[in-house]
C-alpha cells in the first residue's frame, strides 16, 4: 500500500511540472506578443520588418507547440491514465485489507491516543456484544474485567514508559452481556516524538486453553495435598505399626538369649526373621512415599566403600547360606578407596540387589562386582554389576519390574514374598544420583542388574578405632533416663539394661522426665519423642534451657518408631545428640552407651 502511494505522489509531482511548462509557455506568448507590438510601435510603417517579426514570433510559437506542449499533453495524457490505474489498485487493496481484516480469524482493533477504540473488526463486535456504533470511542478499559483492571493498566503503563513498541497480555474479557473470555493480545504502539499517536492490536481467545491450564493446576496442587496426606499418614502408621514391631522384635532377642529348647530356639527364629520380614515390608512401604513425596535428601559425605559393601554382603551371607547359595563379591582395585556420596542410599540399593538375587536362587550362586567405569579429577562413575543364577525374567517383563508393587509373573509375591517395591524404589535412588539401572536375563538361566552410580572422588578417612559391644569401657557409675510411655518398650529397653548391669530410672511423660532430669543423677538420657503432657522435643528444648552445664553437655538420644527422614533433621534441631529408630537391635543400644559416655556431678 505505502509503495502504491509513493507513486500517486510521484504522479502528482509531474503533473505540477507540467503545469509549469504550460505557464511557462503561455509567459512565452504574452512576451513575443508584447514584442511585436513594441517593435511595431518603434517602426511604426516598416511594414516589411513588422512582417518578417510577426513571422518570427508565429514560427516561435509553432517550434514551442511542437516540441514542447504537444510531448507535455501526452506526458499529461498517460500520468492520468497511470494515476486512476493507481487510484484503482489503491481501491482494490484497501477492499482487499478491509476484508482480511473483518474476516481474520482473530481480533483486530486499534485505539486513539486517548485509549478510546477507533476500529474494531467483527470479530471483535461478536466477543464483544456491542454494535460498531456503541463500541467505537468507548474506552478500552471498559472491556476488561475489574479484576484484571489494574493490573492491565500497570503493565501498560510500565510498557509505554519504557519506550517498547511491542507486548504481549494475557487478561479476562468482559463483554456488554457480562460475558467473560481470556484473552492474548499482541498490541504494537505507534510513536509521534515519544508521545503515542495509536495503538494497533490483534487478540485471540485462549478461554479454553487458559481454563484447560487452571484445571491442570488445581489438580496438580490436589495431587499434591494428597501426596502430603498421604505421607502424613504413613509416618503415622509408621509410628503406630512400628512401635508394637518394636517390642515384637526387641522381646524376640530377648527370649532368643534365654535357656531355650532346640525345638523352641527354632521358633523363636522364625518369629525373629517374620518380624523383620514385617519390618522390611513396612520401610519399603515408606521409603517409597518418601521418594513419591521428593522429601528425601541425599547425603554428601565421605565413606569407605571397601567397609561399606564387606558390611552389606555380610549381613546378607547368613540367609544365602540358609538357602545353599554361595555369595561372593569383587571390587575393582582401581576404585577410589574413599568416596562421597550418601553411603545409606548405597547400601539400601545393593542390599535390594543382593537381597532380591538371592530370594529368586534356589542353587548355584550370586556375584557382586564393583568395577570404576570411567573417572575424572572430581569424580568416579561406579558401576555394580549383581548375577544371580535364579529363575530369571521373560523378556516382556524386564521394564514392569521395575514398576511399583510389580512382580515378573502372577504368582511371584505368593511363591517368593516380597511387595513388589524393592526394585522400584532402587531404580528412584540410583536416578536421584543421577545413574541408571538396566537388567539382562534369560528365564532358568539367571539374571544379571548393572547400575551405574555417579560419585565423588572422598577425602581420606583418618582410620578410627572400631566401637566394639563390649561395655566394660562405661564407667561404673552410668545411670540412664529413660523416658518411654509405651510400657512394652519399657519392659524390652529396660530387659536389655538390667542384663547389661545398667542403673536406670523410667518415666512415663514428658513432665516426669524435665523432673527427673533435674536431680543431675543421670549420665545418658533414651528420650521418646511422643509422649503425654510434653513432647521428648519440648523436653530437650527445656533442658537445654537450663543454666547449669550439665544440661547442657548430657547426651540425649531420641527414641521413636517414625521412619520419616526429616525427623532426624528435627532431633538434632531440638538440641539432642542422636536418633534410635525403633525397633532396634541390641547392639545398636550398645553402640549408643559406648559413643556416649558421661559423668554425672
Known amino acids: 500500500m505505502a509503495e502504491k502511494k509513493g507513486s500517486i505522489l510521484t504522479g502528482s509531482r509531474k503533473i505540477k511540472a507540467l503545469k509549469s511548462k504550460y505557464l511557462l509557455f503561455i509567459v512565452s506568448i504574452i512576451g513575443i506578443i508584447a514584442a511585436q507590438v513594441g517593435i511595431e510601435y518603434w517602426f511604426d510603417q516598416e511594414t516589411g520588418l513588422s512582417l518578417l517579426l510577426s513571422a518570427l514570433a508565429v514560427l516561435i510559437i509553432v517550434l514551442e507547440f511542437v516540441f514542447i506542449f504537444l510531448p507535455s499533453l501526452k506526458r499529461l495524457s498517460s500520468v492520468n491514465r497511470k494515476l486512476v490505474r493507481l487510484r484503482k489498485n489503491l481501491e482494490d487493496s484497501e477492499r482487499q485489507y478491509r476484508e482480511l481484516v473483518e474476516g481474520a480469524a482473530d481480533i483486530i482493533y486499534e485505539l486513539n491516543s486517548e485509549g478510546q477504540f477507533s476500529y474494531v473488526n467483527e470479530l471483535m463486535l461478536k466477543m464483544s456484544g456491542y454494535t460498531r456504533e456503541e463500541i467505537l470511542g468507548r474506552p478500552y478499559a ?3 474485567h475489574p479484576e484484571d483492571r489494574e493490573y492491565a493498566a500497570t503493565f501498560y503503563r510500565n510498557k509505554l514508559k519504557a519506550g517498547e513498541e511491542t507486548s504481549y497480555l494475557e487478561f479476562r474479557m468482559v463483554g456488554k452481556h457480562g460475558q467473560t473470555a481470556w484473552i492474548g493480545q499482541n498490541v504494537r504502539y505507534f510513536y509521534e516524538h515519544s508521545w503515542v499517536t495509536h495503538v494497533r492490536v490483534v487478540a485471540r481467545d485462549i478461554t479454553e486453553g487458559r481454563l484447560a491450564q487452571l484445571a491442570l493446576k488445581q489438580l496438580k496442587e490436589e495431587a499434591e495435598r494428597t501426596t502430603i496426606a498421604k505421607s502424613q499418614f504413613l509416618s503415622m502408621m509408621s509410628h503406630e505399626i512400628r512401635t508394637p514391631m518394636n517390642a515384637i522384635i526387641g522381646l524376640t532377642n530377648l527370649l532368643s538369649e534365654t535357656n531355650l529348647t532346640a525345638e523352641q530356639q527354632r521358633h ?42 564387606s558390611k552389606t554382603i555380610e549381613i546378607q551371607r547368613q540367609r544365602a547360606v540358609e538357602k545353599g547359595v554361595a555369595l561372593q563379591y569383587t571390587i ?14 548405597v547400601i ?21 562386582n564393583l568395577v570404576q567405569q570411567s573417572s575424572e579429577a572430581n569424580s568416579v562413575k561406579l558401576q555394580i554389576d549383581v548375577c544371580d543364577a535364579g529363575i530369571g525374567i521373560a523378556a516382556d517383563k524386564l521394564e514392569t519390574i521395575f514398576e511399583s508393587f510389580s512382580q515378573a509373573e502372577e504368582g511371584t509375591t505368593r511363591k517368593y514374598g516380597g511387595t513388589g517395591l524393592g526394585l522400584a524404589i532402587t531404580k528412584k535412588l540410583v536416578g536421584l544420583m543421577d545413574g541408571s539401572i538396566r537388567v539382562i536375563s534369560i528365564p532358568g538361566a539367571g539374571s544379571t542388574f548393572t547400575c551405574v552410580l555417579m560419585l ?10 572400631a566401637l566394639t559391644a563390649d561395655l566394660s569401657e562405661l564407667p561404673s557409675h552410668s545411670n540412664v533416663l529413660l523416658a518411654e510411655d509405651n510400657v512394652i518398650n519399657q519392659l524390652m529397653v529396660t530387659s536389655f539394661l538390667k542384663k547389661w548391669n545398667i542403673r536406670f530410672a523410667v518415666v512415663e511423660n514428658g513432665l516426669e522426665a524435665l523432673n527427673a532430669i533435674q536431680e543431675k543423677k543421670f549420665t545418658l538420657v533414651l528420650m ?9 522435643y519440648e523436653v530437650t528444648e527445656k533442658i537445654r534451657a537450663l543454666d547449669d552445664p550439665y544440661f547442657k553437655n548430657i547426651p540425649i538420644v531420641a527414641l521413636t518408631a517414625s521412619a520419616m527422614t ?10 539432642m545428640n542422636d536418633f534410635l529408630s525403633k525397633p532396634f537391635h541390641p547392639d545398636d543400644l550398645k553402640q549408643i552407651l559406648i559413643r556416649y559416655p558421661f559423668s554425672a556431678p
Do not use: Y
Open 332 to 345: 575393582d582395585s582401581g576404585i577410589p578407596n574413599v568416596l562421597k556420596g550418601d553411603p545409606v542410599r
Open 348 to 368: 539400601q540399593i545393593i542390599t535390594n540387589l543382593v537381597s532380591n538375587a538371592i530370594k529368586f536362587t534356589q542353587e548355584g550362586s550370586v556375584t557382586v
Open 142 to 144: 471498559d472491556l476488561i
Open 566 to 575: 526429616d525427623v532426624r533433621d528435627e532431633v538434632l534441631a531440638a538440641g
Open 528 to 536: 521418646d519423642l511422643q509422649m503425654p503432657e510434653m513432647s521428648g
Open 456 to 465: 565423588e572422588r572422598g577425602e581420606t578417612i583418618l582410620n578410627k578405632p
Open 268 to 309: 523363636v527364629q522364625l518369629l525373629k526373621f517374620s518380624g523383620e520380614n514385617l519390618l522390611t515390608i513396612i520401610n519399603d512401604i515408606l521409603d517409597f512415599s518418601k521418594i513419591e513425596a521428593q522429601k528425601i535428601v541425599l547425603e554428601r559425605i565421605d565413606f569407605d566403600l571397601q567397609e561399606l559393601v
